[in-house]
């Protein structure tokens, strides 16, 4: 199915998914446009690549929309074709996939023409995509190709149930039921005041101000149900579901004759690039990679000293599930005036992000504001199994993912910074000596008199045009051969 939207002006992020705050990129709240279809029988995903009248929060060249298959979600990809400067670049072979870290959007390789990573890899020839995965940017829960329904903090029903064992307990989510329990007392408290004011009888102030509290808790109740049961997934779902769905459709629009993808992850990227690897290692698959780049990954952090061991949730599961989901971009918005202004009482949160001085501040503001989203308490469960003996594990908690990475032959380069905070050297070491010595390089960057980097400057910070990015493009170039 061919899907082309003649008005994304009003595709909005699903970034909070408790309203707590708005997104500065979507003026005047949630606004859906007119579209029209096209429908061929024969194709299989969604794409929507008007330059013209794409979303303006997308800066891409195309935004591309690729459905999951048994699932209610559609993940945004955005394109960013060879540019003129790369000619004279020698003629690439595959297309690069680029996967983003936990709770992020794609805006965060794409800061602004002057700060892009995907720019610049546009620039020397490669054919770059960035993948949002479901939660994250433009993807949109529910969207019907032919008819664009709300996204994921406004709908309101889902049919889509995961029971979890092993990590999470299991029967967890019984949000359908409930949600008609909570409709039912909604109408009869509602029959009740009809009927009080319709008789003209005298009501207690006590009491409307009884029955204000009861629908503010039944509103409250509401929205935690209907949270249960959007943000209804963990890290298994995107290494299983989202990552090899974008991957097909790449290789389905670009025919690489080999049929695979370069793929560079940041963060919780390259920890999903790494699971793929160890996933087709144990089964015997095809890696569907020419090679991988991670920038600050790992997926074993217990000999570091990552600050996230104290950030993550680390409590036991069945009671950090009593929230569903954790609002990390609303949270960070709330923290950022006082992490960045006088008297800087959450200053030491900066560092977390980025080291001193290397960034812009106002390219800083950017990505604090607009690059992170909502996402569900069981993922980041699922990701603090990584601070576990033995690492990462699956959702069962029986394969760990980096028991079969001895076993991968897809050539890989491990990137790590000097005052990365949230995956130090150390861890990003952890998880490289696992691979084969003629199969992985491992490089840290950053100086003992400066510049340094944290996690974040691997992709963004200021000298990585100079530094960073040309240690990539020398591996890519070695590995971009069929």
Not at 153 to 165: C, I, K, L, W
Not at 218 to 244: A, G, R, S, T
Not at 338 to 349: M, V
Request: glycine fraction near 8%; charge should be neutral; aromatic fraction near 10%.
């Amino acid at each position: 199915m061919f899907v082309s939207h003649s008005d994304l002006w009003s595709m909005t992020r699903a970034t909070t998914g408790l309203s707590m705050r708005s997104d500065p990129r979507r003026p005047g709240g949630i606004s859906w446009g007119p579209h029209w279809v096209q429908v061929r029988p024969r194709a299989v995903y969604g794409v929507a690549s008007e330059k013209k009248k794409k979303s303006p929060i997308c800066t891409a060249d195309e935004l591309h929309y690729v459905s999951v298959p048994n699932s209610d979600w559609t993940l945004a990809l955005w394109r960013y074709l060879p540019s003129p400067q790369s000619q004279g670049k020698p003629r690439r072979n595959h297309p690069l996939l680029l996967l983003s870290g936990v709770a992020t959007n794609a805006i965060g390789y794409d800061l602004s023409p002057q700060s892009s990573f995907a720019r610049y890899m546009s620039s020397q020839g490669f054919d770059t995509w960035i993948l949002e995965v479901r939660g994250a940017g433009l993807s949109t829960y529910r969207m019907d190709f032919g008819k664009v329904k709300q996204p994921v903090d406004a709908t309101r029903d889902s049919s889509v149930e995961h029971g979890m064992d092993g990590i999470f307990p299991s029967g967890f989510l019984e949000a359908r039921q409930n949600s008609d329990i909570v409709s039912q007392i909604r109408d009869v408290s509602q029959r009740l005041v009809n009927i009080v004011e319709k008789g003209q009888l005298p009501v207690p102030e006590q009491l409307l101000d009884l029955q204000g509290r009861f629908f503010t808790r039944l509103e409250e109740f509401q929205k935690q149900l209907d949270l249960i049961v959007k943000y209804d997934w963990d890290f298994d779902h995107y290494l299983e579901e989202d990552v090899p769905a974008a991957m097909e459709y790449i290789r389905t629009h670009c025919k690489p004759k080999d049929g695979k993808l370069l793929a560079i992850g940041h963060s919780m990227g390259g920890i999903l690039l790494y699971a793929m690897l160890s996933r087709c290692c144990s089964e015997g698959r095809n890696f569907g990679f020419t090679s991988i780049a991670t920038l600050g990954s790992s997926l074993d952090y217990t000999t570091s000293k990552s600050s996230l061991k104290l950030l993550l949730p680390l409590a036991d599961p069945a009671e950090v599930l009593n929230v569903p989901v954790i609002p990390i971009g609303a949270l960070l918005a709330a923290a950022h005036p006082l992490a960045s202004r006088p008297p800087y009482f959450l200053s030491w949160l900066s560092s977390q992000v980025s080291a001193q001085g290397m960034m812009n501040p106002k390219l800083f503001d950017k990505l604090v504001l607009n690059n992170f989203c909502t996402v569900p308490a069981k993922l980041l469960l699922q990701l603090a199994t990584a601070f576990q003996e033995g690492g990462l594990r699956d959702r069962s908690g029986t394969f760990f993912y980096k028991d079969y990475l001895r076993k991968s032959n897809v050539p890989v380069l491990a990137l790590a910074g000097d005052q990365d905070l949230i995956c130090p050297p150390e861890a990003v070491y952890e998880t490289a000596k696992l691979i084969p010595e003629d199969f992985v390089a491992y490089k840290v960057f950053g100086e003992p008199g400066g510049p340094h980097y944290g996690h974040y400057d691997l992709v963004g910070g200021r000298m990585v045009a100079d530094q960073v990015y040309p240690c990539i493009i020398e591996f890519l170039n070695r590995n971009d051969v069929i």
